[in-house]
Nanobody, 128 residues
C-alpha cells in the first residue's frame, strides 16, 4: 500500500521554526517529484514547495521563498520542509504530495492537478 505520512507540525510563535517530514512507505521516493502544499480554513489548497527527482530543481511559492527550504533524503525515503521565520499567515494544514516521474517544479507549485498521491496532512499553527 502506497502511503505518505507527514509529521512535525505543531504550534509555534511568530518568527519560530518547524521542520516537517514526509515519510513514504510502499514505494521509493526516488522515482517521484515531491511537493508540499497547504490549506488554510476557507481557502483553496496551494502549492508551497517542490523538489525534483534528482534534487537538481526546487521551487517555492513567493509567499515562502527565502524562509522555507525543501530537501530530500532518498536513503531514508523522506522529504523535509524546513520552515523558518514563520508568520501567522503560514497557519494551515500542510500536505505532502507525490508525482510519479519527473515534473517541472515550477508547475507543481501552482497546481494540484499533477499529484498522484497525497498524505493525510499535519497542522501548523503560528500564533502568539
Amino acid at each position: 500500500q502506497l502511503q505518505l505520512v507527514e509529521s512535525g507540525g505543531g504550534l509555534v510563535q511568530p518568527g519560530g521554526s518547524l521542520r516537517l517530514s514526509c515519510a513514504a512507505s510502499g514505494f521509493a521516493l526516488d522515482y517521484f517529484t515531491i511537493g508540499w502544499f497547504r490549506q488554510a480554513p476557507g481557502k483553496e489548497r496551494e502549492g508551497v514547495s517542490c523538489v525534483s527527482i534528482r534534487e537538481g530543481m526546487t521551487s517555492y511559492s513567493e509567499s515562502v521563498k527565502g524562509r522555507f527550504t525543501i530537501s530530500r533524503d532518498n536513503a531514508k525515503n523522506t522529504v523535509y520542509l524546513q520552515m523558518n521565520g514563520l508568520k501567522p499567515e503560514d497557519t494551515a494544514v500542510y500536505y505532502c504530495a507525490a508525482i510519479l516521474g519527473f515534473a517541472s517544479c515550477g508547475t507543481v507549485v501552482v497546481t494540484t492537478r499533477l499529484v498522484d498521491y497525497w498524505g493525510q496532512g499535519t497542522q501548523v499553527t503560528v500564533s502568539s
